[in-house]
């Protein structure tokens, strides 16, 4: 009997050892879990990443504080998720001989190969101020990311402040008009309309083969997250066209919706501190960077992303 007790109690302990701890925000309950009490240098047990995974998609981001983490680790605490999706010349205009990192990261960091950051015209610069804007990561590919991964190697003194707002509140939150106006809608993503709103003309500055690459592909503007059933606004600075509209009508009408979307009662800002590791949902939330001075100072940001499971359309 006595051995049975000690058993149970072991058990109970062990199991209590591998619960997450997740804390969240007092008027936020279900947007972002702030998670403590975990190493991601470690190797995880089952049990464990399946209570991570059920908690990116009840809390659509998660936040861990101090993980000193190596690219390698990064990758692997990534692969627990899924498969990675590599980055490469369909997500960005960086030649593969000009890489810092593996095309298992993408970098989204303001530093070229020689870890200097980027002068004032350098086409990368430009290319990346599209982070800037509101949108989610690959929506502009036939398949769309998964899980962001981000690790702040070295975050900038000043700004670099990364805002994720929250898509399925957006979409609880729309009037039932407009919830029934877009429920069918189809939009075009590609990465030549959100660097169209900087200024940035891909079409002149890319040969014709490297435009092959941004060919827009099609999207719902509404989804819905199979596992806890509620629906969110796919929205991204990506699109640039929703099918059989005007183009005009179409950027009237879904800046409108971000503008709606981003209002501060769906948002939360995150302020980096050196070694945190952001996953988000981008099925579930729109992000963007927020400025810093990039010309002079070092921000070494890392991302890992997890495939999407299948084309949406
Ligand atoms: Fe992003």
Redesign the pocket.
Known sequence: MIKFIILLLLNIFLFMGETLIIKTRDLFPDFVGFVSDINLKEILSDSLINELDAAVNKYAVLVFKDQNITDHEQVRFTEYFGKIEASGKTSNITKDKDRRLSSDL?D?SNLDKDNKPFTLNDPRRIFNLG?RLW???SSFKPVPAKY?L?SGRNVSKEGGN?EFADMRSAYDNLDFKIKNKIEKMICEHSLIYSRQRLGFDMVRELSPDEIKNFKPVEQPLVRNNKLTNRKTVFLSSHIGKIKDWTRPDSMCFIDDLIEYATKEKFLYVHKWLQNDLVIWD?RQTM???RAFDDLTEYRDMR?TTVLGEEKLI
């Open positions: 993408a989204v982070n949108h989610t990561d962001s981000l990364t981008n992000h963007r960077a991302r």
